[in-house]
C-alpha cells in the first residue's frame, strides 16, 4: 500500500496526475468549494487570536497536494504563514502555529489482519501470476497486538479490519515538532468502540477509481486510492504521548455550522429567492447525508 501510493515514481499520489475532482477519482470539500478554506481561515486566525497573537505564528497542512485548500485560506486569510508538507518531507520543529490536516489520515498506508482459526493474524501481499493476492501470516509488528488487545476474538472468527500504526507515529511526531499551538484533523472515520464495530465485518478498506467506489484492492496499482477510515480513538491515545490534549471532537456539519453561522447567513441574506451555488455548497459540507455526519473534527492543543 505504501509503495503503491508513495513510490517516488510510480505512486498514487506521487504521480504527475490529477487525482482531485470531477477528472480524478474522488472529491474533497476543498474541491467541492471555496467556502470550506474560507471558513477554515476563520477558524486559524481564531486560533492565532487565542494565543495572543505570538510572533512566527504558522500553518502547516500535511498532505496539501496540489495546495487548493491552501489557496482558499490564504484568499480569506492572506496574511498567515502557510506551508504544505507532504509524505516524505520533513517537519518543521519548533512550531508556534498549526497543523492542519483534510483527508490526510485516511491515506496512510494500513495494515490488515483478520482472526483466523481463533487468532489474530496479518494479511499479506504474494504474486500470483501477473496479479497479487492475499497470504496470512503472524502479526509483523507487536504494536499491532496492543492495538487489538481486549477485542473478543473468540467470537470474531472471520473478521478483518486495518491498524494505522504510521498515522499514530505520525501524530506521536507532530506533538513533538508543535511548540505551542493546535493539531486540526478532518478526516471521515470513528471513535474505537464504532470502529471494531461487529457490522463493519470487513473494515473500511476501499479503493476510489474514476469516481467508483470498491473492494479490489489489487486493480491498478499506482492508479487508484487506497484509503481507510481514521481510529480517532488511537489518533486522541498518539497526540496525548507528545502533550497534545484534545480540546474538540464532533462532526463536520455541526463543526462548520459552529464556525460559520455569520458567513452563512450572509450567503442566506444575499442569495435569497435566487439560485445559488454558494447554498449548495454549503448544504454539501454540512448536509448529514453527504459530507456532514461522514467527516469527523479533532482539535489538539499544545500549551507548552
Known amino acids: ?106 491515506a496512510l498506508p494500513v495494515h490488515r489482519v483478520r482472526v483466523a482459526e481463533g487468532r489474530w493474524q496479518e494479511i499479506y501481499v504474494r504474486e500470483e501470476g501477473e496479479r497479487f493476492a492475499d497470504e496470512m501470516g503472524p502479526l509483523s509488528d507487536p504494536r499491532l497486538e496492543a492495538y487489538l488487545d481486549g477485542l473478543p476474538v473468540a467470537w470474531m472468527e472471520g473478521y478483518e479490519t486495518t491498524l494505522n500504526l504510521q498515522a499514530q507515529e505520525w501524530m506521536v511526531q507532530l506533538g513533538q515538532c508543535l511548540e505551542r499551538g493546535f493539531v486540526l484533523s478532518i478526516d471521515y472515520g470513528f471513535e474505537r468502540e464504532e470502529y471494531f464495530s461487529p457490522h463493519r465485518p470487513k ?74 451555488r454558494e447554498r449548495q455548497a454549503i448544504h454539501q459540507l454540512i448536509h448529514p447525508s453527504l459530507m456532514g455526519s461522514a467527516f469527523k473534527v479533532l482539535i489538539q492543543k499544545k500549551t507548552s
Do not use: K
Open 203 to 276: 473494515g473500511t478498506l476501499r479503493c476510489y477509481h474514476r469516481h467508483t467506489l470498491h473492494d479490489d484492492y489489487y486493480a491498478h496499482p499506482g492508479e487508484q486510492d487506497l484509503t481507510a477510515h481514521v481510529d480517532f480513538s488511537a489518533l486522541i491515545e498518539a497526540g496525548r504521548q507528545a502533550g497534545l490534549e484534545p480540546t474538540l471532537f464532533t462532526d463536520q456539519g455541526r463543526y462548520l455550522v459552529g464556525i460559520g453561522q455569520e458567513l452563512f447567513a450572509e450567503i442566506a441574506e444575499r442569495t435569497a429567492g435566487q439560485f445559488s
Open 1 to 106: 500500500m505504501d509503495l503503491a501510493l508513495y513510490h517516488p515514481a510510480a505512486g498514487y499520489y506521487t504521480r504527475n496526475r490529477t487525482v482531485i475532482g470531477p477528472r480524478g477519482d474522488y472529491f474533497t470539500s476543498p474541491s467541492a468549494t471555496p467556502l470550506f478554506g474560507r471558513l477554515l481561515a476563520r477558524q486559524l486566525m481564531d486560533f492565532r487570536e487565542e494565543m495572543g497573537y505570538p510572533a512566527g505564528f504558522a500553518v502547516v497542512e500535511l498532505g496539501g497536494h496540489r495546495g487548493q485548500l491552501r489557496q482558499d485560506v490564504l484568499l480569506e486569510a492572506p496574511d498567515l504563514a502557510y506551508q504544505v508538507v507532504e509524505v516524505g518531507d520533513p517537519l518543521p520543529a519548533g512550531l508556534v502555529g498549526c497543523f492542519l490536516s483534510n483527508e490526510f489520515w485516511d
